[in-house]
């Protein structure tokens, strides 16, 4: 295929590639979107390997790759829990980094292969792009590494760090440039290997401070970062729709980034820096003695009160997402509806560990969209509920964010569960949050604590309302 024809279904692919992005921004359209993603890569894949440049043995290496990857990805996806999705995406974001790695190392070594010049003699544009590529990639790749061991377990979920850690980074970071800088100027291949060994620190280093309750800001600041990568592998291998796809990627990273820290009320850099999931923190001025004793329910006061309600309100949170209970809660709210009652659900913009996660939840359960509300969309309804059932989630319910200057979690817009006539809060223990800070929400007269697995009690419940 002529390099004209190339362009134009490049350029076909790439708005299939926007009409994604835009489909992906509501869960109505989001299957659209998925579609819109499939198509725009299949135009990709198949526009590439029409290229002329590529050698029959060349087709031997994609196919097997192909069929490598294929299998390799069918199998991750068809074992993958939807509670283990966060890590998923943290993983696949690492691959993508190290991708820009080999490619910006294999370009270094074989730069005729390219066209970008020979040995000692590497265009200074190109030695630039694969400096920025490599480097970025490499702080993706560790950067998700410890993200996808925060999600998982392997590490503390709690802020790991140390005197001078932010003295230390910027330390690194600067001596980043300056390699940079001087690999450009002379082209030392040993310069280039002690930067990409520096970007893999310093991606270690900057999210091991970061905790679990900032982890929906790091999945998509991860996700900036693997598409910035991947637009300097472009830049590199002088692929149009690499550069382009990679420029969509960072910029929606990046924006949605900023939208999740809106939510927040927090800052990018004050995230990076700020080391927000950790301490444990007093119960300030909120009013509420520590010592008080709460009231316990059961299934079946719940039951009785929700059949009897006019309005629930569902607020699910990351305990919904490791018990998976969205099944249990679409149920249970179908039953409600039968009944005659109002069934609608609250979503807090970091609710869970990546954005959209408690979304694609209640998606694979088949809940009407049109049931699911944002934040600022249904907050002033909770005066209005009868009740509001919390399944898992913490820190945005606390209301500590708006009363206590000291706490950590000040300022972050949460749901206004309170002002409901009655909340049921499910949870297994009193335990904190991931912020560490303890919600007085607990102890509230209006509170009635369901203790326990969250599927296991909305089951409870829908018995008890059934029988």
Known sequence: MSLSFMLIFYLISGVCFILALRGLSSPESSQRGNKYAILGMIIAVLTTLTSSEIRVTGYLWIILAIIIGGFIGTRISKKIEMKSLPQLVAGFHSLVGLTAVLVSSSSLLSPETYGIGVVGGIKISSLLEM??????????????????????????????????????????????????????????????????????????????????????????????????????????????????????????????????????????????????????????????ERDKAVKIGSPEDAAFIMENASKVIIVPGYGMAVSQAQHSLRELSDILKSKGVEVKYAIHPVAGRMPGHMNVLLAEANVPYDEVFELEEINHEFSTADVVYVIGANDVTNPLAKTDKDSPIYGMPILEVSRARTVFFVKRTMGFGYSGVENPLFFADNTIMLFGDAKKVTEEIIQDITT
């Open 131 to 288: 400096s920025l590529g490599g480097t970025i990639g490499a702080i993706t790749f560790s950067g998700s590494v410890v993200a996808f061991m925060k999600l998982q377990g392997v590490i503390s979920g709690k802020p790991l760090s140390f005197p001078l850690q932010h003295r230390l980074n910027a330390t690194i970071v600067a001596v980043i440039v300056m390699l940079i800088a001087l690999f450009v100027a002379t082209e030392f291949h040993s310069v280039f290997y002690i930067m990409l060994f520096l970007a893999f620190i310093i991606g270690f280093l900057l999210i091991l401070p970061i905790g679990g309750a900032d982890m929906p800001v790091v999945i998509s600041m991860l996700n900036s970062y693997s598409g910035w990568a991947a637009c300097g592998i472009g830049f590199t291998l002088g692929n149009t729709l690499l550069i382009i796809t990679g420029a969509l990627v960072g910029s929606s990273g990046a924006i949605l980034s900023y939208i999740m820290c809106k939510g927040m009320n927090r800052s990018i850099l004050n995230v990076i820096l700020g080391g927000f999931g950790g301490e444990k923190a007093r119960l300030g001025d909120s009013g509420i």
